[in-house]
């Protein structure tokens, strides 16, 4: 195996070569620069020491996005202990269940978060800490009450002068395979399992962006945190690679719709934007199609002569709209929506599609958008084998297998799992069903867990059924059910839309009817959906926005 470097040892040098650069902002709020993190790092190592917390212990973080929660995590590792970052979008019994069954011994939870959870649902905690201020919210620890109702004083003691870039010592890893973090996947198929990621697989997946982004991406240039910290994608992506490359965060500490979103773009204006399909299809449907999408436009595009000058002046309406400073967008996390990918395509769109999964922590495959195989999730990453198990890769769909420096450990209390997830050779099952072709790109074609069968056990993948069918009229979002052998699509639509429009419910009724006529004639006969069901309310989902397609069944 190749020498890895020390991810802490790469934090320490990241704060000392960018002491005075701005490092973290909270959207409309403070900004931390890397020596105001150092400091706060400091008192929280303080806190840590004298409440009893050892090297190895477990820290849980639960909370939206912001600067002081990556504080408290880069303060965590560099400490020597084990991050539990949860996302805050699950339920109270949820994070109860996480906070237990990975035995941390302090909680860090947000202000959202710490007026839901119960205390009593969590009896080997010592303490929980608000997020926000590091304020004592309960604590079972006197050493612990000590420590932060002193922690100035404590500070004070230890640098009486000051404190600088030569104070800084922090906790190197023994091993690239010690553990770093506990991650909780979201999964949309029950409980969640505690994938124990090591140091060596936060430094391959930082080496990966420094090897794709590094010469793009410069010191000191801004990037939005959109996805939650605490799912592996945003955490790496939109937080280590930038702090450990100098970079300047921004927090959407509020719930990010896309109406946020687009004004944070226009403001900070990102050199790179990380996102889910769904973010990039709202802004795109909402910000740029109205424009674009009338008789006029429609006119000009079919004109030969002139239609690559106007899909040149619709690329830049469209990077108007993303801060008119992005390098490139990176979607993952789900499938992209082909009406959409194509739009982006044919106005050569600076756009990729990654893959990846929570147990890599998270990338498996990358192409960058000059090289990138519209369809495809790109190829395997630095550091990172893949391969497809089917007799014929190219053409017959086989699950995704990966192998390399990014694989978890396996699940945290969880031998049985982890032995059905990583091979004896070391290949992760993804779980995920592709092809790949001559070139290595992969193209993903359903979960295989989603998978269903037709009436002559033909395979279904009710993802490509369902892409189709978000691009017609008046549907937002759709799941595709097995009902008693017949396929039934659950329809979300565009109530907003009908209530401009004034349509009632028998008028939605109307159209969606239409579109399932006209998805049926694009479908195979085993493939053809016998019935509609109108959902009023949106569909319960991950904090990746995958749908609980569980909750349907």
Same mark, same amino acid.
């Given at each position: 195996?190749?020498? =890895?470097?020390?991810?802490?040892?790469?934090?320490?040098?990241?704060?000392?070569?960018?002491?005075?650069?701005?490092?973290?902002?909270?959207?409309?709020?403070?900004?931390?620069?890397?020596?105001?993190?150092?400091?706060?790092?400091?008192?929280?190592?303080?806190?840590?020491?004298?409440?009893?917390?050892?090297?190895?212990?477990?820290?849980?973080?639960?909370?939206?996005?912001?600067?002081?929660?990556? +504080?408290?995590?880069?303060?965590?590792?560099?400490?020597?202990?084990?991050? +539990?970052? =949860?996302?805050?979008?699950?339920?109270?019994?949820?994070?109860?269940?996480? +906070?237990?069954?990975?035995?941390?011994?302090?909680?860090?939870?947000?202000?959202?978060?710490?007026?839901?959870?119960?205390?009593?649902?969590?009896p080997?905690?010592?303490?929980?800490?608000?997020?926000?201020?590091?304020?004592?919210?309960?604590?079972?620890?006197?050493?612990?009450?000590?420590?932060?109702?002193?922690?100035?004083?404590?500070?004070?003691?230890?640098?009486?002068?000051?404190?600088?870039?030569?104070?800084?010592?922090?906790?190197?890893?023994?091993s690239p395979d010690e553990l770093a973090l506990i991650n909780y996947t979201s999964g949309t198929t029950g409980f969640s399992k505690g994938v124990m990621i090591p140091y060596r697989a936060l430094w391959s997946n930082y080496d990966f962006a420094c090897n794709v982004l590094g010469k793009t991406i410069n010191k000191g240039d801004n990037v939005i945190s959109i996805l939650p910290m605490a799912h592996m994608y945003g955490m790496a992506f939109e937080f280590l690679f930038e702090f450990l490359h100098g970079c300047h965060v921004f927090y959407l500490n509020r719930t990010p719709s896309p109406a946020i979103i687009a004004q944070a773009f226009a403001e900070v204006k990102p050199k790179i934007i990380i996102a889910v399909p769904l973010v990039i299809e709202k802004i795109i449907r909402k910000k740029v199609f109205p424009k674009i999408q009338n008789n006029r436009m429609r006119l000009l595009l079919q004109m030969p002569i002139i239609s690559l000058k106007v899909r040149e002046m619709i690329c830049q309406e469209v990077l108007k709209a993303f801060g008119g400073n992005v390098y490139e967008i990176i979607i993952g996390g789900a499938a992209f929506n082909q009406e959409v990918e194509q739009f982006l395509k044919r106005i050569n769109f600076?756009?990729?599609?990654?893959?990846?999964?929570?147990?890599?922590?998270?990338? =498996?495959?990358?192409?960058?958008?000059?090289?990138?195989?519209?369809?495809?999730?790109?190829?395997?990453?630095?550091?990172?084998?893949?391969?497809?198990?089917?007799?014929?890769?190219?053409?017959?769909?086989?699950?995704?297998?990966?192998?390399?420096?990014?694989?978890?450990?396996?699940?945290?209390?969880?031998?049985?799992?982890?032995?059905?997830? =990583?091979?004896?050779?070391?290949?992760?099952?993804?779980?995920?069903?592709?092809?790949?072709?001559?070139?290595?790109?992969?193209?993903?074609?359903?979960?295989?867990?989603?998978?269903?069968?037709?009436?002559?056990?033909?395979?279904?993948?009710?993802?490509?059924?369902?892409?189709?069918?978000?691009?017609?009229?008046?549907?937002?979002?759709?799941?595709? +059910?097995?009902?008693?052998?017949?396929?039934?699509?659950?329809?979300h639509p565009d109530l907003d839309e009908a209530k401009a429009l004034k349509f009632d419910r028998n008028d939605l009724e109307g159209i969606m009817e239409q579109n399932r006529n006209t998805l049926n004639q694009m479908l195979p006969a085993y493939e053809k959906i016998a019935e509609v069901e109108i959902h009023e309310e949106e569909f319960e989902k991950t904090p990746k926005k995958s749908i609980k397609r569980y909750l349907y069944k």
């Open positions: 195996m190749e020498k =890895i470097p020390s991810f802490n040892e790469l934090i320490q040098k990241s704060i000392i070569a960018n002491w005075d650069l701005d490092a973290l902002t909270d959207y409309k709020g403070q900004t931390l620069q890397y020596h105001d993190v150092a400091r706060k790092i400091e008192k929280v190592h303080i806190l840590f020491e004298n409440s009893g917390v050892q090297k190895g212990d477990k820290i849980a973080l639960c909370g939206r996005n912001s600067s002081q929660w990556a +504080v408290a995590f880069i303060a965590t590792l560099t400490y020597g202990a084990i991050a +539990v970052p =949860i996302l805050h979008e699950f339920m109270p019994e949820q994070i109860h269940n996480i +906070v237990n069954h990975s035995d941390a011994k302090l909680l860090f939870a947000g202000d959202y978060v710490a007026g839901v959870i119960n205390p009593e649902a969590m080997h905690l010592e303490g929980i800490i608000r997020s926000t201020d590091y304020s004592l919210i309960i604590s079972r620890s006197e050493r612990l009450t000590y420590a932060r109702e002193n922690l100035n004083a404590l500070y004070g003691q230890k640098y009486p002068k000051y404190f600088r870039q030569e104070h800084i010592k922090y906790y190197i890893e023994q600076p756009y990729t599609v990654g893959y990846g999964a929570t147990e890599c922590a998270p990338i =498996i495959c990358y192409s960058d958008w000059h090289t990138f195989a519209p369809g495809s999730c790109g190829r395997a990453v630095l550091h990172m084998q893949v391969k497809i198990d089917s007799p014929d890769p190219a053409t017959i769909p086989g699950e995704i297998l990966a192998r390399g420096l990014n694989v978890m450990l396996g699940y945290y209390k969880n031998e049985e799992a982890t032995a059905q997830t =990583i091979d004896k050779d070391g290949w992760y099952h993804t779980g995920d069903l592709g092809t790949m072709d001559e070139y290595g790109n992969v193209y993903i074609n359903g979960r295989s867990k989603n998978m269903l069968l037709g009436p002559n056990g033909q395979n279904i993948y009710p993802e490509e059924i369902e892409d189709k069918l978000n691009s017609m009229t008046m549907v937002v979002e759709s799941i595709v +059910v097995q009902r008693d052998n017949k396929l039934v699509a659950l329809v």
